[in-house]
Antibody, heavy 126, light 108 residues
Protein backbone atom coordinates (compact mmCIF):
# COMPACT_ATOMS: atom_id res chain seq x y z
CA UNK A 1 0.00 0.00 0.00
CA UNK A 2 1.26 3.44 -0.94
CA UNK A 3 1.51 5.51 2.21
CA UNK A 4 3.02 8.70 3.56
CA UNK A 5 2.87 9.20 7.32
CA UNK A 6 3.73 12.55 8.87
CA UNK A 7 4.67 13.10 12.50
CA UNK A 8 6.21 15.72 14.74
CA UNK A 9 3.42 18.25 14.91
CA UNK A 10 2.91 19.87 18.31
CA UNK A 11 2.00 22.99 20.25
CA UNK A 12 5.01 25.29 20.32
CA UNK A 13 5.58 28.83 21.52
CA UNK A 14 6.32 31.66 19.10
CA UNK A 15 10.02 31.70 18.29
CA UNK A 16 10.32 27.99 18.94
CA UNK A 17 11.43 25.14 16.70
CA UNK A 18 9.92 21.92 15.46
CA UNK A 19 11.01 19.10 13.15
CA UNK A 20 8.39 17.35 11.07
CA UNK A 21 8.98 13.91 9.58
CA UNK A 22 7.30 12.01 6.77
CA UNK A 23 7.94 8.30 6.27
CA UNK A 24 7.10 6.74 2.92
CA UNK A 25 6.14 3.17 2.14
CA UNK A 26 4.92 1.43 -0.99
CA UNK A 27 6.68 3.91 -3.29
CA UNK A 28 10.15 4.35 -4.66
CA UNK A 29 11.01 7.12 -2.24
CA UNK A 30 14.51 7.69 -3.58
CA UNK A 31 12.99 8.23 -7.02
CA UNK A 32 10.29 10.61 -5.80
CA UNK A 33 10.48 14.36 -5.71
CA UNK A 34 8.78 15.56 -2.54
CA UNK A 35 6.94 18.59 -1.24
CA UNK A 36 5.39 20.00 1.91
CA UNK A 37 2.02 21.75 1.70
CA UNK A 38 0.21 23.38 4.60
CA UNK A 39 -3.38 24.29 5.30
CA UNK A 40 -4.27 26.96 7.79
CA UNK A 41 -7.41 26.55 9.91
CA UNK A 42 -10.50 27.12 7.83
CA UNK A 43 -8.45 28.32 4.91
CA UNK A 44 -6.87 26.97 1.81
CA UNK A 45 -3.73 25.23 0.73
CA UNK A 46 -0.26 26.75 0.56
CA UNK A 47 2.76 25.09 -1.02
CA UNK A 48 5.67 25.37 1.43
CA UNK A 49 8.74 23.57 0.11
CA UNK A 50 10.15 21.16 -2.51
CA UNK A 51 13.14 18.83 -2.63
CA UNK A 52 14.57 16.90 -5.56
CA UNK A 53 15.26 13.17 -5.47
CA UNK A 54 18.92 13.67 -4.57
CA UNK A 55 18.25 16.52 -2.19
CA UNK A 56 20.44 18.85 -4.20
CA UNK A 57 17.62 21.14 -5.31
CA UNK A 58 15.34 22.81 -2.79
CA UNK A 59 12.71 25.51 -3.09
CA UNK A 60 10.81 27.45 -0.45
CA UNK A 61 7.79 29.71 -0.31
CA UNK A 62 8.70 33.32 0.49
CA UNK A 63 6.61 33.10 3.67
CA UNK A 64 8.98 30.51 5.18
CA UNK A 65 12.29 31.23 3.46
CA UNK A 66 15.14 31.52 5.95
CA UNK A 67 13.17 29.86 8.75
CA UNK A 68 12.41 26.42 7.31
CA UNK A 69 14.74 23.74 5.92
CA UNK A 70 13.65 20.71 3.92
CA UNK A 71 15.78 17.58 3.83
CA UNK A 72 15.53 13.88 3.12
CA UNK A 73 17.18 10.58 3.98
CA UNK A 74 16.62 8.17 1.13
CA UNK A 75 18.09 5.29 3.12
CA UNK A 76 15.32 5.77 5.68
CA UNK A 77 12.56 6.62 3.18
CA UNK A 78 12.10 9.82 5.14
CA UNK A 79 11.42 13.48 4.45
CA UNK A 80 11.93 16.22 7.01
CA UNK A 81 10.95 19.83 7.61
CA UNK A 82 12.99 21.73 10.18
CA UNK A 83 10.98 24.74 11.30
CA UNK A 84 12.70 27.51 13.29
CA UNK A 85 11.62 30.93 14.59
CA UNK A 86 8.01 29.82 14.36
CA UNK A 87 5.24 32.42 14.14
CA UNK A 88 1.53 32.28 14.87
CA UNK A 89 0.85 32.35 11.14
CA UNK A 90 2.72 29.04 10.76
CA UNK A 91 -0.15 27.34 12.60
CA UNK A 92 -1.49 24.79 10.12
CA UNK A 93 -1.86 21.18 9.15
CA UNK A 94 1.31 20.18 7.31
CA UNK A 95 1.07 17.57 4.58
CA UNK A 96 3.89 15.84 2.78
CA UNK A 97 3.16 14.85 -0.79
CA UNK A 98 4.98 13.32 -3.72
CA UNK A 99 5.67 15.70 -6.59
CA UNK A 100 4.79 13.55 -9.54
CA UNK A 101 4.91 14.36 -13.20
CA UNK A 102 3.82 13.41 -16.65
CA UNK A 103 6.50 14.31 -19.17
CA UNK A 104 5.48 14.52 -22.86
CA UNK A 105 8.33 14.36 -25.36
CA UNK A 106 10.13 17.67 -25.80
CA UNK A 107 7.82 19.49 -23.41
CA UNK A 108 7.94 20.69 -19.84
CA UNK A 109 6.63 18.07 -17.42
CA UNK A 110 3.12 18.40 -16.05
CA UNK A 111 3.74 18.25 -12.32
CA UNK A 112 1.25 17.57 -9.57
CA UNK A 113 1.01 16.34 -5.99
CA UNK A 114 -0.32 12.84 -6.33
CA UNK A 115 0.28 10.97 -3.06
CA UNK A 116 -0.50 12.76 0.17
CA UNK A 117 -0.07 11.94 3.82
CA UNK A 118 -2.83 12.53 6.35
CA UNK A 119 -1.07 15.56 7.80
CA UNK A 120 0.36 16.63 11.14
CA UNK A 121 -0.84 19.66 13.10
CA UNK A 122 1.45 22.49 14.14
CA UNK A 123 0.09 25.07 16.56
CA UNK A 124 2.16 28.13 17.38
CA UNK A 125 0.78 29.86 20.43
CA UNK A 126 1.86 31.14 23.82
CA UNK B 1 3.88 35.05 -8.22
CA UNK B 2 0.95 33.67 -10.19
CA UNK B 3 -2.37 34.19 -8.41
CA UNK B 4 -5.18 31.69 -8.84
CA UNK B 5 -8.76 32.84 -8.34
CA UNK B 6 -11.66 30.41 -8.10
CA UNK B 7 -15.34 31.14 -8.42
CA UNK B 8 -17.66 30.72 -6.80
CA UNK B 9 -16.23 30.35 -3.29
CA UNK B 10 -19.12 28.08 -2.45
CA UNK B 11 -22.22 26.68 -4.08
CA UNK B 12 -25.24 24.64 -3.12
CA UNK B 13 -26.40 21.89 -5.43
CA UNK B 14 -28.53 18.77 -5.46
CA UNK B 15 -27.64 15.22 -6.33
CA UNK B 16 -27.80 14.87 -10.09
CA UNK B 17 -27.06 18.53 -10.80
CA UNK B 18 -24.40 19.69 -13.23
CA UNK B 19 -21.79 21.78 -11.42
CA UNK B 20 -19.14 24.04 -12.93
CA UNK B 21 -16.26 25.62 -11.03
CA UNK B 22 -14.04 28.27 -12.61
CA UNK B 23 -10.37 28.98 -11.99
CA UNK B 24 -8.53 31.99 -13.40
CA UNK B 25 -4.77 32.55 -13.41
CA UNK B 26 -3.23 36.00 -13.13
CA UNK B 27 -1.04 35.23 -16.17
CA UNK B 28 -0.94 32.54 -18.78
CA UNK B 29 -0.08 29.08 -17.48
CA UNK B 30 -0.76 27.20 -20.74
CA UNK B 31 -2.44 24.06 -19.43
CA UNK B 32 -0.31 23.50 -16.31
CA UNK B 33 -3.36 23.31 -14.13
CA UNK B 34 -4.38 20.68 -11.57
CA UNK B 35 -7.64 20.06 -9.72
CA UNK B 36 -7.89 18.51 -6.26
CA UNK B 37 -10.81 17.37 -4.15
CA UNK B 38 -10.69 17.61 -0.35
CA UNK B 39 -13.20 16.20 2.09
CA UNK B 40 -13.37 17.39 5.72
CA UNK B 41 -10.52 16.05 7.83
CA UNK B 42 -8.84 14.42 4.84
CA UNK B 43 -5.90 15.21 2.63
CA UNK B 44 -6.48 16.60 -0.85
CA UNK B 45 -6.87 14.09 -3.65
CA UNK B 46 -5.60 14.73 -7.16
CA UNK B 47 -8.43 14.58 -9.71
CA UNK B 48 -7.10 16.14 -12.90
CA UNK B 49 -3.74 17.37 -14.17
CA UNK B 50 -2.69 19.12 -17.35
CA UNK B 51 -6.10 20.85 -17.22
CA UNK B 52 -8.01 17.89 -18.62
CA UNK B 53 -6.18 14.60 -17.93
CA UNK B 54 -7.80 12.30 -15.38
CA UNK B 55 -5.83 10.83 -12.55
CA UNK B 56 -6.29 7.08 -12.37
CA UNK B 57 -9.58 6.05 -10.76
CA UNK B 58 -11.37 9.37 -11.11
CA UNK B 59 -14.99 8.94 -12.24
CA UNK B 60 -15.84 10.08 -15.74
CA UNK B 61 -18.48 12.51 -14.46
CA UNK B 62 -15.54 14.84 -13.68
CA UNK B 63 -14.02 16.78 -16.53
CA UNK B 64 -11.60 19.66 -16.87
CA UNK B 65 -11.04 22.14 -19.64
CA UNK B 66 -9.27 25.35 -20.45
CA UNK B 67 -5.92 26.78 -21.43
CA UNK B 68 -4.08 30.03 -20.97
CA UNK B 69 -5.69 31.78 -18.02
CA UNK B 70 -9.22 30.36 -17.77
CA UNK B 71 -10.13 26.86 -16.65
CA UNK B 72 -13.20 24.93 -15.56
CA UNK B 73 -13.95 21.80 -13.58
CA UNK B 74 -17.31 20.26 -14.39
CA UNK B 75 -19.19 17.53 -12.56
CA UNK B 76 -21.90 16.34 -14.93
CA UNK B 77 -24.14 14.57 -12.41
CA UNK B 78 -23.31 15.37 -8.80
CA UNK B 79 -23.16 12.36 -6.50
CA UNK B 80 -23.37 12.32 -2.69
CA UNK B 81 -19.65 11.55 -2.41
CA UNK B 82 -18.79 14.64 -4.48
CA UNK B 83 -19.74 17.10 -1.76
CA UNK B 84 -16.33 18.50 -0.89
CA UNK B 85 -14.02 21.45 -1.45
CA UNK B 86 -12.25 21.70 -4.79
CA UNK B 87 -8.94 23.47 -5.39
CA UNK B 88 -7.14 24.40 -8.56
CA UNK B 89 -3.35 24.67 -8.62
CA UNK B 90 -0.84 25.89 -11.19
CA UNK B 91 2.51 24.20 -11.71
CA UNK B 92 3.69 26.35 -14.57
CA UNK B 93 7.38 27.15 -14.59
CA UNK B 94 9.24 27.76 -11.33
CA UNK B 95 7.75 27.80 -7.82
CA UNK B 96 5.74 28.95 -5.96
CA UNK B 97 3.10 26.54 -7.19
CA UNK B 98 -0.01 28.32 -6.06
CA UNK B 99 -3.49 27.07 -5.24
CA UNK B 100 -6.84 28.74 -5.66
CA UNK B 101 -8.75 29.59 -2.51
CA UNK B 102 -11.13 26.67 -2.95
CA UNK B 103 -14.76 26.11 -3.87
CA UNK B 104 -16.96 24.37 -1.36
CA UNK B 105 -19.73 22.27 -2.90
CA UNK B 106 -22.55 21.84 -0.41
CA UNK B 107 -25.83 19.97 -0.41
CA UNK B 108 -28.87 22.08 -1.26
Amino acid sequence: EVQLVESGGALVQPGGSLRLSCVASGISFSGSEMTWVRQTPGKGLEWVSYISTSGNTKYYADSVKGRITISRDNAKNSLYLQMDRLRAEDTAVYYCATFGGSCPPQRQCYNYMDVWGKGTTVTVSS
Amino acid sequence: DIQMTQSPSSLSASVGDRVTITCRASQTINNYLNWYQQKPGKAPKLLIYAASTFQSGVPSRFSGSGSGTDFTLTITSLQPEDFATYYCQQTYSSPPWTFGQGTKVEIK
